[in-house]
């Protein structure tokens, strides 16, 4: 299974956000749609075997499987409503308990430590880093879990937690990307290597 955890410093972690002003009004919400449509759609289809975790602000965790997943549109706006939905439920959910939002689609009140913790032992945590060792040189391995940030770097408190989970950070190029083109190139290495 492919995974991806997108860290996101602004996005609201309540649902009183317009649909209609993702970046604005929802925190940069816009990023996190674009992010779950490049992790788990293709071209008239939702990839098998891939789940996205969106950490909110540090404090709010949304799991979204695209075996289960039903309702989702390629359209940022679908993404959001799902995200939406979701985070109606965050006041119900207790401590790192997940709760289910919507087909495919879990809230937990979980930070970046409690998440990477949750994950299974048997995946290797792999964080993009524009100083990390060159991906067009690296074999991916069988159950990898891509760690990426939003519009902002991860911090130092962050990048500490990472290093202590991660065996290794990896660069995708000389060019800076933004996180749902990211998503796409790794994709795109993992179905190379796989072919």
């Known amino acids: 299974m492919r995974q991806f955890i997108v860290v996101s410093h602004t996005a609201k972690i309540t649902p009183d956000f317009s649909l209609n ?3 604005g009004d929802g925190g940069r ?3 996190l749609c674009r992010c779950v449509g490049a992790s788990l759609l293709t071209s008239h289809a939702i990839r098998p075997n891939v789940r ?3 950490l909110l602000q540090d404090q ?3 799991r979204i499987e695209s075996s289960k997943t039903r309702y989702l549109h390629p359209d940022e706006r679908c993404i959001a409503a799902l995200i939406k939905k979701a985070l109606e439920k965050a006041a119900d959910a207790v401590g790192q308990i997940e709760i289910k939002s919507t087909p495919g689609i879990y809230i937990s009140k979980r930070n970046l430590r409690s998440l990477l913790t949750s994950i299974d032992p048997g995946a290797t945590f792999i964080y993009l880093n524009e100083d990390g060792f060159p ?3 690296f074999t991916f391995p069988s159950e990898p879990v891509f760690i990426l940030s939003d519009h902002h770097n991860f911090s130092s408190s962050e990048l ?3 290093k202590e ?3 290794t950070a990896i660069n995708l190029g000389p060019v800076s990307l933004h996180a749902d083109q990211a998503i796409t190139i790794v994709h795109n290495l993992l179905d ?3 072919a």
């Open 21 to 23: 002003d993702l970046p």
């Open 29 to 31: 919400m816009d990023i």
């Open 52 to 54: 996205i975790y969106l």
């Open 60 to 62: 709010i965790t949304i």
């Open 135 to 137: 991906s067009q040189k």
């Open 160 to 162: 500490d937690i990472l």
């Open 165 to 167: 989970y991660a065996q």
């Open 192 to 194: 190379v290597q796989n």
